[in-house]
């Protein structure tokens, strides 16, 4: 076991997720690529099967996109955690549990916490 103390914290939302980094003991909220501090907790796949998550998963949701883009994107996935439910994505061919999308979301804060502190330990993290 690691004796590092740990740098990051997470709140994993069911509408929106947010990560904190501890920068030389200041708290330091980190924003997104759209230099947003929070995240929508939505996930979705593009025509070309990649994940979208956060913003443009909610705008293909929500804002922008055909009906028939609804059915490649979820939101609010929290909600089923600790159940059977699935969540079946046609262009993977998959279904995916909650916690599978959840751990998606959790990727994508991450790599906002190594775009502006690279090098930071990501082993240890709070999530609530």
């Known amino acids: 076991m690691s ?5 990051i914290g997470i709140d994993l939302g069911t509408t929106n997720s947010e990560v904190a980094a501890n920068n030389k003991g200041h708290v330091d909220v ?15 796949v593009d025509k ?13 949701l929500y ?23 699935t969540v079946h994505f046609d262009r993977l061919d ?3 549990s909650p916690e599978e999308i959840s751990g998606e979301i959790l ?9 502006k502190y690279p090098g930071t330990p990501t082993t240890g993290v709070v999530v609530t």
């Open 94 to 96: 998959q279904d995916m």
């Open 107 to 115: 990727k994508s804060l991450k790599e906002d916490v190594l775009r």
């Open 3 to 7: 004796n590092q103390n740990i740098q």
């Open 30 to 44: 980190v924003k997104n690529i759209f230099n947003d501090e929070y995240t929508p907790s939505v996930f979705g």
């Open 63 to 85: 804002k922008d996109s055909p009906d028939e883009e609804f059915s490649h994107n979820n939101a609010e996935v929290k909600r089923l955690m600790g159940t059977v439910d």
């Open 48 to 60: 070309a099967k990649h994940n979208k998550i956060g913003k443009r998963a909610y705008e293909r």
